[in-house]
């Protein structure tokens, strides 16, 4: 199993990013896939989760409305798309598949 991210860099407040998961080992359609964050010198926090049986994705409170979670069978990857970023955006994010999985993390930073 294998998670690498990407997409992550520098924003000004207000602007959008979109995160990429792509997952090798196994098949995203099939597994519960999540992202998190952990801001500068806080623990990782949840942020998102799609599941595997489909439904409606869920979102943590202080981005709902905001972020939006998607997969992509054909090519086996996850996305995150951030809209009206905030610097309380700013964090490493990180892929998580199946409960248990981790990516290597991407960094998001929004400043002005």
């Known amino acids: 199993v294998q998670l690498v991210e990407s997409g992550g860099g520098w924003v000004q407040p207000g602007g959008s990013l979109r995160l990429s998961c792509a997952a090798s080992g196994f098949t995203v359609g099939s597994t519960h896939m999540s992202w998190y964050r952990q801001p500068p010198e806080k623990e990782r926090e949840w942020v998102a989760t799609?599941?595997?049986?489909?439904?409606?994705?869920g979102y943590s409170d202080s981005v709902k409305g905001r972020f939006t979670i998607s997969r992509d069978n054909a090519k086996n990857t996850v996305y995150l798309q951030m809209n009206s970023l905030k610097p309380e955006d700013t964090a490493v994010y990180y892929c998580?598949?199946?409960?248990?999985?981790w990516g290597q993390g991407t960094q998001v930073t929004v400043s002005s």
């Open positions: 998580k598949a199946a409960g248990q999985y």
């Open positions: 799609i599941a595997s049986y489909g439904g409606s994705p």
